[in-house]
């Protein structure tokens, strides 16, 4: 819900007002905009909110009508009239495609939501869309395995974030919705990102990539991952993650659970994030048994998703850690088979994760 | 030892002695052979022993003396006062290069020695000798892991089997040799044969080849088998094991544990030889939790070799159902990552033979 007198810069409008549509670019305060929404059915609007500077820099923000269809609501609470859904450019997103600079990528609300436009080359969008209604109606997942997904809300017509009209998004839970400053980290598993479906042009890509990052030799690579820190987060290029070592992966890991980002970290957070019955190591155990069975999905390409929010766990808050799978782009069926690949990739990050533990363990009492 | 008035003929024979190497092709006995050794160093005679007419026909059989020096000995049992220790081709052999038709391949002796010879292109030969040193003389090996591999007694030079001259060959522990006519699976584990320390035509044929068999989709591929019934044993051709899906992977995996061989297996060993504490299902777990914690091998290419004596079985001997690792002419330093290829593939092993096992129990219940 977003109302009030922020001002708001049209980008790019269809609309069936006039009014609007002849005013690309044009400055109204949030007031003025509900005005022109009684007018309007399944509006777009990309904006950026000059009155929250922070926002305005970082984020190209939309907002739009829910359920396709503009609703006049009113609440006591609301000083406008009028329902609105702001729709926004995740601002913890570490990997992926990324709705800037006129891209095609996901978008966020303020009500926990993440929106993800269905890719249509490839095959990818159909393939993640089935995916997740065959999970969602599959009663043969485990409660306690659930958790580790996204919770579905079906799909939505939404004008794309690249300009190129509406497109069908997955409607999915925002994972990070409720960490203030998340450290994340994204975590490819398998060491084939490949399946025998696939084109042959986009198996040679998978497997020169594959061979050229960690995924090869330890069976996962590090996709993205913001971690923060007193100054704020560090939230390395795309191109220094891609050729991260064994010993870089070591050290994020490390650096990961510290309070300090540097070469000598101090595993404040270790023993508490990765360890006890409430860390991400147990939880990634709870996943290795699923996969050691389930004979269901192929989670190719698929990734970890490592969440720590330093504020929360300072605040006692729980859970401050969470391990959720994303991606589910490249799932193809089990055939009766477990998914070997993700299995092998998942036990050696387990084996990486459980040896910083050990090594925190081993810092601790050194001092 | 062989001694006794066994015909022999020479097949190819480079020697010292001139009267030997001027009746290749000649009819001795063992009496006149033995006469002949005292004058002979380092020999290698390739001689078939017309008195056995099976291994006659199935094998090609040599004889050499022990330590590349011929030594003389004596005792009151043997009726011929020279030692001969005979070599044979495997006749239980599966997979692999084998010692016929003038290739080069590994051969056996009745002493429970295996023999190998090094191959010298791609490095094989010394990264597998590399291995059984680094791994005899490693400390870090549990006993209960030890016994998984075949025990190496170092290496011997001897005449290869393809008359290329004497080559050092690998002396193993011959794994079959406690076996009357056991029952063979060898399976290739991983969902990767290559490695990235291979040259890149080697990793473009394993690549092919993984593909095309069922190395990719279920993490391990069938790569020979016998498996022993009433009118001997059924020992596919190459080709048709090389294009085994899934379906044929668990039908021989039934066939395997069942008295008769045919569409509907009777399941008669299942129990006892996947199941129980002494059961292939047990090793393969204890294999399995060894694989999720070792980082100081990566096991490309290797085999789990299962072995089951059905006649061993039938007497109360145990152990009747064997688990063996064999073939590291392609295992690599491990570099503190645990070998995620080879786990994901022996865990989607072991499923296969616990569904197997399961569905054994089914099909008694349905009895």
Same mark, same amino acid.
């Given at each position: 819900?977003?109302?009030?007198?922020?001002?708001?810069?049209?980008?790019?409008?269809?609309?069936?007002? *006039?009014?609007?549509?002849?005013? %690309?670019?044009?400055?109204?305060?949030?007031?003025?905009? +509900?005005?022109?929404?009684?007018?309007?059915?399944?509006?777009?609007?990309?904006?950026?909110?000059?009155?929250?500077?922070?926002?305005?820099?970082?984020? #190209?923000?939309?907002?739009?009508?829910?359920?396709?269809?503009?609703?006049?609501?009113?609440?006591?609470?609301?000083?406008?009239?009028?329902?609105?859904?702001?729709?926004?450019? *995740?601002?913890?997103?570490?990997?992926?495609?990324?709705?800037?600079?006129?891209?095609?990528?996901?978008?966020?609300?303020?009500?926990?939501?993440?929106?993800?436009?269905?890719?249509?080359?490839?095959?990818?969008? /159909?393939?993640? #869309?089935?995916?997740?209604?065959?999970?969602? $109606?599959?009663?043969?997942?485990?409660?306690?395995?659930?958790?580790?997904? %996204?919770?579905?809300?079906?799909?939505?017509?939404?004008?794309?974030?690249?300009?190129?009209?509406?497109?069908?998004?997955?409607?999915?839970?925002?994972?990070?919705?409720?960490?203030?400053? %998340?450290?994340? !980290?994204?975590?490819?598993?398998?060491?084939?990102?490949?399946?025998?479906?696939?084109?042959?042009?986009?198996?040679?890509?998978?497997?020169?990539?594959?061979?050229?990052?960690?995924?090869?030799?330890?069976?996962?690579?590090?996709?993205?991952?913001?971690?923060?820190?007193?100054?704020?987060?560090?939230?390395?290029?795309?191109?220094?993650?891609?050729?991260? /070592?064994?010993?870089?992966?070591?050290?994020?890991?490390?650096?990961?659970? $510290?309070?300090?980002?540097?070469?000598?970290?101090?595993?404040?957070?270790?023993?508490?994030?990765?360890?006890? +019955?409430?860390?991400?190591?147990?939880?990634?155990?709870?996943?290795?048994?699923?996969?050691?069975?389930?004979?269901?999905?192929?989670?190719?390409?698929?990734?970890?998703?490592? !969440?720590?929010?330093?504020?929360?766990?300072?605040?006692?808050?729980? %859970?401050?850690?969470?391990?959720?799978?994303?991606?589910?782009?490249?799932?193809?069926?089990?055939?009766?088979?477990?998914?070997?690949?993700?299995?092998?990739?998942?036990?050696?990050?387990?084996?990486?994760?459980?040896?910083?533990?050990?090594?925190?363990?081993?810092?601790?009492?050194?001092?």
């Amino acid at each position: 819900m977003r109302t009030g007198k922020a001002c708001v810069r049209f980008k790019t409008f269809q609309s069936r007002s *006039p009014a609007l549509n002849s005013k %690309p670019n044009s400055m109204f305060n949030l007031d003025s905009l +509900c005005f022109f929404k009684t007018n309007l059915q399944s509006a777009i609007i990309i904006l950026h909110p000059v009155s929250t500077k922070m926002i305005f820099k970082k984020n #190209l923000l939309c907002c739009f009508y829910g359920n396709n269809s503009f609703k006049k609501q009113r609440s006591p609470e609301q000083s406008s009239p009028y329902s609105i859904t702001m729709l926004k450019v *995740p601002e913890h997103q570490v990997a992926g495609r990324q709705a800037i600079d006129g891209k095609l990528g996901p978008l966020i609300d303020n009500s926990g939501h993440f929106y993800k436009p269905l890719q249509d080359d490839d095959e990818r969008g /159909t393939r993640e #869309l089935t995916f997740y209604h065959s999970f969602s $109606s599959n009663t043969r997942i485990p409660h306690h395995i659930r958790r580790f997904f %996204p919770v579905f809300h079906g799909t939505q017509l939404l004008k794309a974030s690249d300009g190129s009209g509406l497109r069908p998004h997955l409607v999915l839970q925002d994972i990070t919705s409720d960490h203030l400053n %998340p450290s994340i !980290l994204d975590i490819k598993i398998g060491s084939r990102t490949w399946y025998l479906e696939a084109s042959n042009a986009y198996i040679q890509n998978c497997f020169h990539r594959d061979k050229t990052t960690t995924t090869v030799s330890l069976g996962f690579r590090i996709c993205g991952l913001q971690i923060y820190n007193e100054s704020g987060f560090w939230k390395p290029e795309r191109k220094l993650v891609r050729n991260f /070592t064994a010993d870089d992966v070591r050290s994020i890991l490390r650096m990961f659970v $510290s309070s300090n980002v540097g070469p000598e970290p101090d595993f404040s957070f270790a023993d508490s994030v990765y360890g006890g +019955c409430d860390g991400i190591l147990e939880r990634l155990m709870e996943l290795k048994t699923w996969f050691e069975d389930q004979t269901m999905y192929h989670f190719c390409s698929c990734s970890v998703l490592l !969440l720590f929010d330093k504020e929360s766990f300072l605040k006692g808050k729980t %859970p401050f850690a969470e391990v959720k799978l994303i991606d589910f782009a490249h799932v193809v069926d089990g055939n009766g088979v477990i998914d070997h690949n993700f299995l092998g990739g998942l036990c050696s990050f387990i084996k990486f994760v459980s040896q910083v533990l050990a090594d925190s363990k081993g810092s601790t009492m050194e001092d």
